[in-house]
């Protein structure tokens, strides 16, 4: 079955740096994966879909990637800020059945 | 457009009781889709409902149900709690549609549920 790796440790970075989170899948290529953002005690919120046949998204400072042969997506955020200090989800559809396998997330600190 | 709405927020329970959480997706979503967060496993998927009818269902016991009403608000509930059942559980709307759409979900703010 599909299954989803996100870094479990928490990534610390320095205000202003780029900060780059990743997730890999280990089966079938997915049409599309999501990227999601979570503070603590609220739900998830959407940020970037990127199709299988596209190499890159980009929305503002967000950057995504895409990478079928690597089995992996790569989440990029540019000029970094301490307000984009949360857990970043990734999520990928599990088939034809329109299920979405979430990633654990991955917690990003970004510090001033 | 209001953001989908769940209720309540917080939810203290004994261990054999039953809960119903309340979720009222966006305006015109008609999917509605149930999550369970916890910190070790993440978020898990429950089931979605699509125009009244159960479309996907996720690998939980039989306690765990849910249903959809015509205007597309849905409940879900849960029987018989057992401690392992305190989590996050989280209601998503997205506009459903067929194959080849992308299911982007708006989740709510979620309800805790501890069982005690």
């Known amino acids: 079955s599909q299954k989803i790796e996100q870094n479990s440790e928490a990534l610390n970075i320095q205000e202003g740096k780029t900060a780059t989170l990743t997730c890999n899948y280990t089966?079938?290529?997915?049409?599309?994966l999501q990227w999601y953002r979570q503070d603590p005690g609220r739900g998830p919120v959407f940020l970037l879909l990127?199709?299988?046949n596209e190499k890159e998204k980009r929305k503002e400072r967000l950057k995504v990637t895409f990478d079928t042969t690597l089995k992996q997506s790569l989440f990029h955020i540019t000029a970094s800020q301490p307000a984009d200090s949360a857990t970043y989800l990734c999520?990928?559809?599990?088939?034809?059945?329109?299920?979405?396998?979430w990633g654990l997330g991955t917690s990003l600190a970004v510090n001033p | 457009k209001a953001g989908v709405t769940q209720t309540p927020r917080y939810l203290i329970k004994t261990r054999g009781q039953q809960v119903t959480l309340s979720c009222s997706p966006i305006s015109g979503h008609r999917s509605v889709s149930w999550y369970q967060q916890t910190p070790g496993q993440g978020l898990q998927f429950l089931f979605e409902?699509?125009?009244?009818?159960?479309?996907n269902k996720g690998n939980f016991p039989g306690r765990f149900s849910g249903r959809q009403f015509s205007n597309s608000r849905s409940e879900m509930n849960v029987s018989t709690l057992e401690l392992g059942d305190s989590a996050l559980y989280l209601c998503?709307?997205?506009?459903?549609?067929?194959?080849?759409?992308?299911?982007?979900?708006?989740f709510g703010p979620g309800t805790r549920l501890t069982v005690l």
């Open positions: 998503a709307s997205s506009l459903g549609g067929g194959q080849g759409s992308y299911n982007e979900q708006f």
């Open positions: 999520a990928l559809d599990a088939g034809n059945n329109r299920k979405l396998i």
């Open positions: 990127i199709r299988e």
């Open positions: 409902y699509f125009s009244e009818t159960q479309r």
């Open positions: 089966n079938y290529s997915p049409a599309y």
